[in-house]
C-alpha cells in the first residue's frame, strides 16, 4: 500500500501544491481542515480516492490525532496572519504546531515538517513572530528531527500580497504603503511545496530559510507589479505613525463588532512586523540545501497578474496591434 501523509491545513495556499506534489509522488493524502466540504478541490489532485479532505480542530488533541492515524508523514501548514475570536496566534501557530509534534512522536509518524516564517523570534515585538517562534520550539522538544522550513513572503496565483496590491492599483493615481524600504526576499509558492516534499522524501533535519533568487524592499517590490500590470502609479511610502492611526482604527472596528467585520487590512501587529526585514540569513540552510533552485518572480507573475491589467487578458494582444501596419 502506498504511503500516507497527513497535512494540516491543506486546502490552504501553500497546503494545496504540497498536497498535489505528494500526491503525484503516489502517496496517499489526508487533507485536515476546518470545513472539508469547502476542500473538495483538492481530490481531482490524484485518483480517486487518492486525496480525501477531512474533519481537523488542531486545538483538540483527539481531532489531531484521529487524522493522524496510519500516517507516515505529518505537514503543518496551519497559520493566520491575523486574529480572529476563535483563532489566536497562541492556540493556532504555538500550542497547535506543539499539539500536533506532540501527538506525532506518540503515534510513530516518521517524518514531520513544519511551515513557520522567516522572522520567528520569541524576542520579537510582533505577537505573529512570537507564536510562530514558540511554536517551532514546542515542535523540536517534542520532535526534534522535525523539518522546519521558514518562507519570507510567498508569492503565487492565490496569494495575499501581489494580487492585494494589483488590486488596490485600480483604484487610483497613488499606491499609498507602509514600510517601502522594508526588505523582503518572495518566494514561489511551488518552490516551497517542493522543498517540503523533498524534506519528506530525504533526511533532511532542522531549520531551513526559504527566499527567491532576489532580495529587495517593499517600493521595489511594488514597482515590479506595476511593471507586470502595465499601471503607471505613484507609490507612497506612508510614515508608520500614519499606520498606526489606520491599523488602530481597523482594529477597534473588530473589536466593536466583535468580529462580525475582520479587520483584513493592516492590523497593528503586521505594522510591527513591517519594520523588519524579511531576508534570508547569511548562514542560513536555504532552498538549495534541499535540492530546489528558487524561481524568479518575473517568471511567475504574469502568470496570474494579467487580470489587473486595463485590458486585463486582450492587453498583449492590444499591444502587438498597434505594430501592425495599416
Not at 504511503?3 to 505528494?22: E, H, N, P, Q
Not at 517534542?142 to 496590491?165: K, M, T
Not at 517593499?218 to 506595476?226: G, Q, R, V, W
Not at 533552485?293 to 486582450?314: C, D, H, K, S, V
Request: proline share 4%; aromatic share 8%.
Amino acid at each position: 500500500m502506498s504511503k500516507l501523509v497527513t497535512i494540516y491545513g491543506g486546502s490552504g495556499f501553500v497546503g494545496r501544491y504540497i498536497a498535489r506534489r505528494m500526491a503525484k509522488a503516489g502517496w496517499r493524502v489526508r487533507v485536515a481542515v476546518r470545513r472539508p466540504n469547502e476542500a473538495m478541490f483538492v481530490r481531482p489532485y490524484g485518483a480517486v480516492g487518492q486525496v480525501e479532505p477531512v474533519l481537523c480542530n488542531i486545538r483538540d488533541d483527539a481531532s489531531v490525532a484521529a487524522v493522524m492515524h496510519g500516517a507516515d508523514a505529518v505537514v503543518n501548514c496551519v497559520g493566520i496572519l491575523s486574529e480572529t475570536k476563535r483563532n489566536k496566534f497562541d492556540s493556532v501557530q504555538h500550542e497547535g504546531a506543539e499539539r500536533i509534534a506532540r501527538l506525532a512522536k506518540e503515534t510513530g509518524v516518521a517524518k514531520l515538517v513544519h511551515i513557520s516564517a522567516i522572522g520567528a523570534d520569541e524576542n520579537a515585538a510582533s505577537d505573529y513572530s512570537k507564536s510562530k517562534a514558540l511554536g517551532e520550539q514546542g515542535i523540536l522538544a517534542n520532535f526534534p528531527e522535525a523539518v522546519i522550513l521558514r518562507p519570507s513572503v510567498i508569492f503565487g496565483n492565490e496569494d495575499e500580497f501581489f494580487n492585494r496590491f494589483a488590486s488596490m492599483s485600480r483604484l487610483g493615481p497613488i499606491l499609498p504603503i507602509f514600510g517601502g524600504n522594508t526588505r523582503f526576499q518572495p518566494v514561489y509558492v511551488d518552490d516551497v511545496a517542493e522543498a517540503a516534499e523533498n524534506a519528506i522524501l530525504g533526511d533532511a533535519t532542522g531549520i531551513y530559510e526559504l527566499g527567491g533568487p532576489e532580495a529587495l524592499t517593499l517600493h521595489a517590490a511594488i514597482e515590479k507589479m506595476l511593471g507586470v500590470v502595465h499601471r503607471k502609479r505613484l507609490v507612497m511610502n506612508l510614515p508608520f505613525f500614519a499606520g498606526r492611526i489606520l491599523a488602530g482604527i481597523l482594529d477597534f472596528v473588530q473589536f466593536v463588532s466583535m468580529g462580525l467585520i475582520h479587520n483584513g487590512v493592516l492590523t497593528r501587529d503586521q505594522l510591527k512586523s513591517l519594520r523588519v526585514d524579511n531576508v534570508v540569513s547569511d548562514d542560513a540552510k536555504t532552498l538549495s540545501d534541499l535540492g530546489v533552485t528558487p524561481t524568479t518572480m518575473e517568471a511567475i507573475m504574469p502568470t496570474y497578474l494579467w487580470r489587473f491589467r486595463p485590458n486585463g487578458q486582450f492587453e498583449e494582444l492590444r499591444d502587438s496591434a498597434k505594430n501592425l501596419k495599416a
